[in-house]
Structures are given as structure tokens and as C-alpha cells.
């Protein structure tokens, strides 16, 4: 299968400071990057769309400014959470699909736990 | 709007002891139904694609099934490594993925 890598593993970072969180397709380009959160013993829940050369589409309940998403070439997308706050600890998970246009496949990354103290 | 449903929630099984795990979905236009597999604290790892009503697919231990309605994934003769959460997820047009809540599997040995 394809592969997709996010750095860093972990992050433990003090409240109103800003991370980053980068996600890359090893083996493929993609054009579309999906990030995802999950909270413990719960399902992903989509968070934004992630498109190359374009702005991101952030599902409804998402605020934007909060979690900024740039999608710079076809093997790279960075979600930078701003100005964190404890509530914003959790697992983030990217993903792509080898082929655009669905519906195919999404290949997950290993995800990113954020702690913010 | 589009659902996914997972069923159990969890399961254990002894080594050896074969079930199945449900997922139902709404009849709303599906393009694609999805398996991964998710062990704790690691993204989820692609099983399977199923596209449409009768289709099959299968991967050592694992079968997956797809009917009008919901999809199964049997599990036979399971192994303590099979232990981890399984989960559905639904393609109804795009290229967004709804997830099920998972199944959260424990083969006991």
C-alpha cells in the first residue's frame, strides 16, 4: 500500500503557543489531503480538506483560523493549530487517496498525539 | 444525512473462535464501503474496498461482504494479533470518508 508520514509522532507544547504538524505522501502525489482528530476510544472525525494550490474546505463546526491548513506541493500538507489550548489535545491524523476523484481508498498516517499543557 | 453504523461495540473471542462484525449504512447513493484496521495509537491501516452489492473480498484470516445495506467482516479462526479496533467507513460521491465508531476487537489467548 502507499505510504504516509507525519511529523512530528508526539508534541507537548504550553497553552497560546502555536504547532505544526506536517503530512507527507512518501510514494505518491496527491492532490487532496484530508486531516482527521480523534479523541480517546472515539471514531476520526474529519476536520478539513486539504487541496494543492487552493484553499482548504473545513467541515462545518471547525474554525478555520484556528487550524490553519496549507497544502504547498503535491507530496506535502501542514495543519498548524494556533494559539493551542488543552482542549485542542488530541490525535491527528492525516490521509490520501492514491487517486483523486473518489470514491477510492485513503491511506492513513502513523498521526501526531498533541498535548498542550 | 449519511450514517454508519458498527456493531458490537466491542468483542472478545478466544483464539480460535471465529464471528463477524457488522457495519449498516444509509441507502443514500454509496459509492464505496471501506475496512481498516486501527491498533492503539497508530493511524488506521487499509484492509478493504468493497464498491458493490455481492461483492467479496478476503485477506488471510479476514472476509469482507457487501450487501444493499450493511457490510460484514468475518473473521475466522482469529489470532491474539488480530486484537484491535475495526473500522467502517462510507464513500457516498466525494471524496470524504464517514467513519463508524468501531468495533473494538480482543482475541483472547
Not at chain 1, 502507499?2 to 502555536?18: E, F, L, M, R, Y
Request: net charge neutral; aromatic share 10%; charged share 20%.
Amino acid at each position: 500500500g502507499a505510504v504516509v508520514s507525519q511529523h512530528p509522532s508526539w508534541v507537548i507544547c504550553k497553552s497560546g503557543t502555536s504547532v505544526k504538524i506536517e503530512c507527507r505522501s512518501l510514494d505518491f502525489q496527491a492532490t487532496t489531503m484530508f486531516w482527521y482528530r480523534q479523541f480517546p476510544k472515539q471514531s476520526l472525525m474529519l476536520m478539513a480538506t486539504s487541496n494543492e494550490g487552493s484553499k482548504a474546505t473545513y467541515e462545518q463546526g471547525v474554525e478555520k483560523d484556528k487550524f490553519l491548513i496549507n497544502h504547498a506541493s503535491l507530496t506535502l500538507s501542514t495543519l498548524t493549530v494556533t494559539s493551542a489550548h488543552p482542549e485542542d489535545s488530541s490525535f491527528y491524523i492525516c490521509s490520501a487517496p492514491t487517486l483523486a476523484g473518489g470514491p477510492h481508498e485513503q491511506f492513513f498516517g502513523p498521526g501526531t498525539r498533541l498535548t498542550v499543557l | 444525512e449519511d450514517q454508519v453504523t458498527q456493531s458490537p461495540e466491542a468483542l472478545r473471542l478466544q483464539e480460535g473462535e471465529s464471528s463477524s462484525l457488522n457495519c449498516s449504512y444509509t441507502v443514500s447513493g454509496l459509492r464505496g464501503l471501506f475496512w481498516y484496521r486501527q491498533d492503539p495509537g497508530k493511524g488506521p491501516e487499509f484492509l478493504f474496498t468493497l464498491y458493490s452489492a455481492g461483492e467479496e473480498k478476503e485477506k488471510e484470516r479476514l472476509k469482507a461482504t457487501l450487501t444493499k445495506k450493511e457490510s460484514f467482516l468475518h473473521i475466522t479462526a482469529p489470532k491474539p494479533e488480530d486484537s484491535a479496533t475495526y473500522l467502517c467507513a462510507s464513500n457516498f460521491g466525494n471524496e470524504k470518508l464517514t467513519f463508524g465508531t468501531g468495533t473494538r476487537l480482543t482475541i483472547i489467548p
